[in-house]
């Protein structure tokens, strides 16, 4: 399962919100969707999974939504330590991940 | 606490192997499946494979069979993932990764990483 994601960068301020958008080539299974985030030199930090449910320790800005083939990360108002990578995964059938959107500051 | 521990760096020539460790502690070993994945500078992930602590069963992906080999240890309770034949394209970040809950493979907890290059 081809995994893209859009727009490849965001250029927004902190208090704005983010909305990063994930298409898969197939349907995923059971909703396996995950989101990660990722800061340079850092390993990725698991924000999502199952499509919706926020990982421990994850604040409630983050949010993910959608089915199928089309799902959306929603950070509702960027704080300075968001400006970062994410990338989306899928693990309904074998593993696959997203390409990745950056998240600047503008 | 939860945590995954990987080896160091290597630097490695053309066609030489690398074996690279995974150590978990904090959490029931066996509980949990391990997943490799890497990445190269700037790029994105590419998954490598995944082995189940606690039968042994074992999954790579398609591109990487024949070259890579996980392994694990249960008194020691550490992961092992040999890469052989290695090629420049083969540099890259390599990770370990917990999966969130049992087989639920979202991982929830990843090592620090272990950056291979493979260079004459």
């Known amino acids: 399962i081809v995994l893209t994601q859009s727009p490849g960068t965001l250029s927004l301020s902190p208090g704005d919100r983010a909305t990063l958008s994930c298409r898969a080539s197939q349907s995923v299974s059971s909703n396996y969707l995950a989101w990660y985030q990722q800061k340079p030199g850092q390993a990725p930090r698991l924000l999502i999974y199952?499509?919706?449910s926020r990982a421990t320790g994850i604040p409630d800005r983050f949010s993910g939504s959608g089915s199928g083939t089309d799902f959306t990360l929603t950070i509702s108002k960027l704080e300075p330590e968001d400006f970062a990578v994410y990338y989306c995964?899928?693990?309904?059938?074998?593993?696959?991940f997203g390409q990745g959107t950056r998240v600047d500051i503008e | 606490q939860v945590q995954l521990v990987q080896s160091g760096a290597e630097v490695k020539k053309p066609g030489a192997s690398v074996k690279v460790s995974c150590k978990a502690s904090g959490y029931r070993f066996t509980n949990y499946y391990i997943h490799w994945v890497r990445q190269a500078p700037g790029q994105g992930f590419e998954w490598v494979g995944v082995i189940n602590p606690s039968s042994g069963t074992i999954s790579y992906a398609q591109e990487l069979q024949g070259r890579v080999t996980m392994t694990r240890d249960t008194s020691t309770t550490t992961v092992y993932m040999e890469l052989s034949s290695l090629r420049s394209e083969d540099t890259a970040m390599y990770y370990c990764?917990?999966?969130?809950?049992?087989?639920?493979?979202?991982?929830?907890?990843w090592g620090q990483g272990t950056m291979l290059t493979v260079s004459s």
């Open positions: 990764g917990r999966t969130i809950v049992g087989s639920t493979h979202a991982f929830a907890i």
């Open positions: 199952g499509a919706s």
């Open positions: 995964q899928q693990y309904g059938r074998s593993i696959t």
